[in-house]
């Protein structure tokens, strides 16, 4: 379980930037960058909190 949570982590760090890099604005991508990870961010943690620990 502890390996799955690194491996999203790693995965979202990696994935959001790449997918923000393809957009032709760079101010753009990187607002569109910083609100998914903040989204993300938020949701990891809620997802923490009540799901992964009751497992």
Known sequence: ???LLL???MMA???IPII???DP???RGFRR???VF???CFGY???LKYVFFHL
Do not use: N
Request: aromatic share 4%.
């Open 20 to 22: 923000a890099a393809r």
């Open 45 to 47: 943690s809620l997802a």
């Open 13 to 15: 760090t990696l994935v």
């Open 33 to 35: 960058a910083l609100v």
């Open 25 to 27: 604005l760079p101010s």
């Open 38 to 40: 903040l989204v993300f």
């Open 7 to 9: 491996l999203s982590l």
């Open 1 to 3: 379980m502890r390996k």
